[in-house]
């Protein structure tokens, strides 16, 4: 299994309940995995805990076959090859499209940078919008530049937190379709969270149902919804 996560056991400092309780899953290479669940169940918790955000109390985590956390080993969040696509999609607002995505791209020469910065506005169809800034664009497009900034740096992992909650209904079916069509192009694999089920029919290729941070089902999509 390319990630594999093995009873996290995790409590925010001032609950006096555990938010995850023994949460497992795995995910295979290439494959698009959903954290489905109510608010405040564990859900965003989950990809904090693999970006490094977070620390659990227990468990272990393991990607590409490298752990990156257990009771021995902590490796810091910026060498996990983790890329994580924001709620807010954290933008920067006085940054042009392409600045936003040339930031993460340290230890490149600028030739380089350049050249990744065009392959990811190519990936996410914004090769008109470089020079434009947030503020000019549509949500959709936000969101394009998000998971652009998050893949330029080749990460072996992209983490999304509830990826379609900033966008109007009557958007989200289109917007789905071209998520999962940049998932597919760029071979990446993939987990997002979401409340909505219909988020996971579009685009996951396997569910892990959390409640109340446990997690009661996990499987492929096509045997659980």
């Known amino acids: 299994m390319f990630i594999e996560i093995q009873g996290l056991n995790f409590r ?10 023994a949460v497992s899953f795995d995910v295979e290479k290439g494959e698009t995995l959903s954290i ?9 918790t989950v ?3 693999i970006a490094g955000l977070e620390t659990p109390s227990t468990g272990k985590i393991v990607i590409d076959s490298r752990t990156i956390y257990d009771s021995k080993t902590f490796i810091l969040p910026e060498k996990r090859g983790v890329g994580m696509v924001f709620q807010d999609y954290a933008l920067f607002p006085h940054m042009t499209v392409e600045e936003n995505i040339k930031f993460g791209l340290n230890g490149y020469k600028r030739k380089e940078k350049d050249i990744r910065v065009r392959e990811m506005l190519e990936l996410t169809d914004l090769q ?8 000019e664009l549509s949500g959709g497009q936000q969101q394009r530049v998000a998971i ?8 072996s992992v992209l983490l999304m ?15 789905r379709e071209e998520l999962k069509a940049i998932l597919n192009k760029a071979g990446i ?8 089920i219909e988020d996971v029919k579009y685009i996951a290729d396997k569910v892990v149902i959390l409640k109340e941070g446990l997690v009661i089902k996990c499987g492929k999509v096509e045997e659980i919804v």
Not at 128 to 135: A, E, M, Q, S, T
């Open 47 to 49: 990809l904090r805990l």
């Open 189 to 196: 694999t993939a987990i997002f969270v979401t409340h909505d």
């Open 128 to 135: 008109d919008f470089g020079h434009r800034y947030p503020n």
């Open 148 to 155: 652009a900034r998050a893949l330029a740096p080749k990460p």
């Open 12 to 21: 925010y400092r001032n609950s006096k309940t555990e938010t995850l309780k």
């Open 161 to 175: 937190d509830e990826p379609f909650s900033n966008l109007d209904a009557h958007l989200k079916s289109k917007i």
């Open 36 to 44: 489905l669940g109510e608010s405040g169940g564990g859900k965003s």
